[in-house]
């Protein structure tokens, strides 16, 4: 079993940066497809970023291309992701996922997760 744990969130001015990580308290994230989503007030839970272990398991959602990117870093057993040019619209509670058999990152955006962290809230305003 693998426990999350999201760091990073709070409040940035639009066009701004700041960076996630999702860290593992327990288990190891080297060979995991990561999943980071958020939801926002009122709105459902969407997918925004994944990475996998391979280059050509990757997505990142149109709203946030080009702006969000997600990394690793091994060792320090944790998946990060780098978010500019914020927007209010970017608004929400960030949440990281995985699961038990290394899906692929189309699986993991589609409900194929075991494990979620618990959130962290990031709010874009001036």
């Known amino acids: 079993q693998v426990q999350l744990v999201e760091s990073g969130g709070g409040l940035v001015q639009p066009g701004g940066s700041l960076r996630l990580s999702c860290a593992a308290s327990?288990?190891?994230?080297?060979?995991?497809?990561i999943g980071w989503f958020r939801q926002a007030p009122g709105k459902e839970r969407e997918g925004v970023s994944c990475?996998?272990?391979?280059?050509?398991?990757?997505y990142t959602a149109d709203a946030v291309k080009g702006r969000f990117i997600a990394s690793r870093d091994n060792a320090r057993n944790r998946v990060d992701l780098q978010m500019n040019s914020r927007k209010p619209e970017d608004t929400a509670v960030y949440y990281c996922a995985t699961d038990s058999i290394m899906r692929s990152c189309t699986a993991i955006m589609n409900g194929g997760t075991d494990w979620w962290g618990q959130g962290t809230q990031v709010t874009v305003s001036s």
């Open positions: 990475i996998g272990v391979s280059d050509d398991n990757q």
């Open positions: 327990t288990g190891t994230l080297e060979r995991s497809t």
